[in-house]
């Protein structure tokens, strides 16, 4: 059976798909994030409502305070980046969106292929098929907008990981999967992050480098989603103007090019990095109309808002494929300091 494989690789949560190196807690087997499950209530519902705070985490950290800006801001109310009574009196209407969904493993939630390591060489990445999970609980985290601490601290270290086992996740099942996607494999791709099909359809977006946000406003100028992300460092400054979103490459692949990357090694090679969630674009690129410069996904959800990009600006996976429902080609890009 397809999942036989997944048995001999590890049967539990916690040995089954350990995160990566650098995502791996201090003190690793003993030391499990603390989930809030108020505070995991609140970005369930942010998370629904469009205003990511990015990975969800039970835990209140500066990404979900700029979420908290952003729904305030959305409903006229004082922009506090707390959870104060006005902002509960704001979410109280959604509380049927409970923080924490028990769903049962299927083969296909489970199902591969998966890399067990990715080289950290752009050569090296050419040379593979695709740039796969690397396990299936890192899937599952990123399916469920969250890490795979989360959801062992959710769960157990025993939990097994197979079909037919009841696991706790985050609540960010979409609402509708009523998708009008042609291209089958983004189609699949949007469901398998649990983007809802339904998006506000955006008339501009504004990056704001001060708040560290990307907000999309409607043709009325009003703001109906925000997203934390990654834009600029010393080297590639996000470029200050007015841009336009050209076009969107679903599951595409990178060409790495060692001008354009900081801290690239004496004598590194071009090369063509193949797509997957773990491609350093992710899983969809908006190009814009400054050369080399696009609005992308990113292999390292966990990171957004607290690391340096080339210039770009980076989203979680999952917040890329929603903007990239909401735009279309044309749509002004607006970045300022």
């Not at 890192?138 to 025993?158: I, Y």
């Not at 079909?163 to 009523?178: D, H, I, K």
Request: hydrophobic share 40%.
């Amino acid at each position: 059976m397809r999942w036989t494989t997944l048995v001999l690789v590890g049967t539990v949560l916690a040995g089954a798909a350990p995160p990566p190196p650098a995502a791996r807690p201090a003190g690793a087997a003993a030391a499990l994030p603390s989930v809030d499950r108020d505070i995991l209530h609140v970005q369930v519902i942010l998370d629904k409502l469009g205003f990511g705070p990015g990975v969800l985490t039970g835990r209140m950290n500066a990404v979900t305070k700029a979420a908290l800006r952003g729904f305030q801001e959305s409903r006229g109310l004082d922009t506090t980046g707390a959870i104060d009574a006005a902002t509960l009196r704001g979410l109280y209407q959604y509380r049927a969106w409970r923080p924490t969904k028990t769903i049962v493993l299927t083969p296909g939630m489970l199902a591969g292929p998966y890399l067990g390591t990715i080289p950290k060489d752009y050569e090296q990445q050419s040379k593979l098929p695709a740039l796969s999970y690397r396990s299936p609980l890192e899937k599952l985290a990123e399916m469920f907008h969250t890490t795979p601490q989360v959801l062992v601290a959710l769960n157990s270290r025993e939990t097994p990981l197979r079909p037919g086992t009841q696991v706790v996740f985050p609540n960010a099942l979409p609402v509708s999967r009523n998708y009008t996607i042609d291209d089958a494999k983004w189609r699949s791709t949007v469901a398998n992050l649990n983007v809802d099909a339904q998006q506000p359809a955006a008339d501009h977006v504004v990056v704001d480098e001060s708040e560290g946000v990307l907000k999309v406003f409607d043709k009325d100028d009003k703001l109906v989603a925000q997203f934390s992300a990654t834009m600029g460092s010393a080297k590639f400054p996000l470029p200050i103007g007015t841009w336009e979103i050209k076009g969107s490459a679903y599951n595409p692949d990178w060409k790495f090019d060692p001008d354009l990357i900081a801290n690239t090694k004496p004598g590194a090679k071009e090369a063509v990095v193949p797509p997957g969630p773990n491609n350093p674009v992710g899983v969809v690129w908006m190009d814009l109309s400054k050369e080399h410069y696009g609005i992308h996904g990113t292999s390292e959800p966990q990171n957004i808002g607290q690391t340096e990009s080339n210039g770009c600006i980076r989203l979680t996976n999952w917040d890329a494929a929603r903007l990239a429902l909401m735009i279309k080609p044309g749509t002004k890009a607006v970045f300022r300091a």
